[in-house]
């Protein structure tokens, strides 16, 4: 069982950044992999980033490349988002996920545990 917390959400500036943290629970939390995914009102949850156990292999969103970096840090049990450039269109609750297997997942299907969300809104 993983019990995963988001923090770090909040308003910002069009341009402007914000790091998402997400701390788990578990003595295992190294053996899953790990991602981040959005949802708008009214619009489907979005695929944002993820990151392999090991944090060797990262993946991106098309809409987050180059703006965006996953990073984790095994010894705190913590994955991070850093967000950079934000736009208004990156507002949205954003959520951390854990899921387990050799290759990180990149539909919510594929993810075991969900945290509640934390709310970034960007203002233009």
Same mark, same amino acid.
């Given at each position: %069982?993983? %019990?995963?917390? /988001?923090?770090?959400?909040?308003?910002? %500036?069009?341009?402007g950044s914000l790091r998402l943290s997400c701390a788990a629970s578990g003595r295992t939390f190294s053996t899953y992999y790990m991602g981040w995914f959005r949802? +708008?009102?009214?619009? /489907?949850? /979005?695929?944002v980033a993820a990151i392999s156990w090991s944090g060797g292999t990262t993946y *991106?969103?098309?809409? #987050?490349?180059? $703006?965006?970096a996953i990073s $984790?840090? =095994? +010894?705190? =049990? !913590?994955?991070?988002?850093?967000? =950079?450039s934000l736009k208004p269109e990156d507002t949205a609750v954003y959520y951390c996920a854990a899921g387990w297997g050799k290759v990180a997942g990149t539909e +919510?299907? /594929? *993810?075991? *545990?969900?945290?509640?969300? !934390? %709310? #970034? !809104? #960007?203002s233009s």
């Open positions: %069982q993983v %019990q995963l917390v /988001e923090s770090g959400g909040g308003l910002v %500036q069009a341009g949802q +708008a009102p009214g619009k /489907e949850r /979005e695929f *991106y969103g098309d809409s #987050v490349k180059g $703006r965006f $984790r840090d =095994n +010894a705190k =049990n !913590t994955v991070y988002l850093q967000m =950079n +919510a299907y /594929e *993810y075991d *545990y969900w945290g509640q969300g !934390t %709310q #970034v !809104t #960007v």
